[in-house]
């Protein structure tokens, strides 16, 4: 899921070297908290991140949250969608806590249902967009 999701995004915004992601449990001896321990190294004291994961409570979700609570620049998000992650990406606002916040609002309002007609109202002919 990690790697078509960084495709994804390469596909819409470009490549960006401030992109990473980690794929678990796709080989069989990969050790996730090595992994993750990699990913930490690589972020500067300084560094405002934002990790998405896909479940809340899920085991990479976990971990990531243990390895991360003693850190105020790292905000992590699960549940995530493209639109959160390209709203993320394009931002030039400044990483906090109410950023992050509006950024979650970012993803609810994606998510919605395309409410298609019965089949009496479609044979009348009428665009599809109107």
């Known amino acids: ?3 078509g999701m960084k495709n994804t995004i390469e596909l819409f915004a470009g ?4 992109v990473s992601y980690i794929s678990a449990y ?3 001896n990969d050790d996730l908290s090595e992994t993750i321990d990699n990913l930490f ?10 990790i998405f994961t896909d479940l809340m ?3 990479v979700n ?13 905000f992590i998000v699960y549940g995530f969608n493209l639109p959160i992650v390209i709203e993320a990406i394009l931002s ?3 990483v906090t806590k109410s950023y992050i916040k509006k950024l979650v609002q970012v993803g609810k309002d994606s998510l919605g249902m395309v409410d298609i007609e019965d089949s009496e109202s479609k044979n009348n002919n009428e665009d599809f967009f109107n």
């Open 92 to 94: 030039k606002e400044e």
């Open 62 to 74: 976990q971990r990531l949250t243990v390895k991360a609570q003693n850190n105020p620049n790292i």
């Open 15 to 18: 490549q960006n070297e401030n």
């Open 1 to 3: 899921m990690a790697e």
């Open 26 to 28: 796709v080989k069989k």
């Open 41 to 50: 190294s690589s972020f500067n004291d300084d560094d405002k991140v934002i």
């Open 57 to 59: 409570g899920g085991s």
